[in-house]
């Protein structure tokens, strides 16, 4: 969706919340010891308790509660690394993707942290399809 986000393994609580204020993120989490912490109670640093195990409605309640736009920037940042990917010419990546999607596929991007390139292939329609539900719902 083209937010910036990052993946704390919930081993270091403090570290995430020093990240997060330094960093002006908003914690989405399952621990319900977070949401007890000062630092959120007293909605310095905004925190989400996310519910149920259902990913697609756990999207949605971030979505509802942030307020997200579900077209802002979508595709741009490497889900891997949080880095804005930069557009890559068909000849630019000629041997770098396999060649069914060389054939079929004309956009290209890449992450200058990692070098993945992507494209718009089943996956990326798949998670179009699944964003503009949401938005209607
Ligand atoms: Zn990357």
């Not at 993946?7 to 960093?23: P, Q, W, Y």
């Not at 905004?46 to 309640?61: C, F, N, R, S, V």
Request: proline content about 4%.
């Amino acid at each position: 969706m083209g937010y910036d986000t990052l993946f704390f393994n919930g081993k270091n609580d403090s570290r995430m919340i020093t990240a997060a204020l330094a960093e002006g993120r908003v914690i989405l989490t399952r621990d319900t010891q977070i949401m007890k912490r000062r630092v959120v109670t007293s909605e310095r640093l905004k925190a989400i308790l996310i519910q149920g195990d259902d990913p697609e409605l756990q999207l949605h309640q971030v979505i509802d509660t942030l307020n997200l736009d579900c077209q802002f920037k979508s595709f741009t940042l490497c889900p891997e690394c949080n880095q804005p990917l930069l557009e890559r010419s068909k000849q630019q990546v000629k041997d770098l993707v396999p060649t069914y999607v060389f054939q079929t596929q004309s956009q290209y991007m890449e992450c200058p942290a990692c070098h993945r390139i992507y494209w718009k292939g089943t996956h990326w329609q798949a998670m179009t399809e699944k964003l503009k539900k949401f938005m209607k719902g």
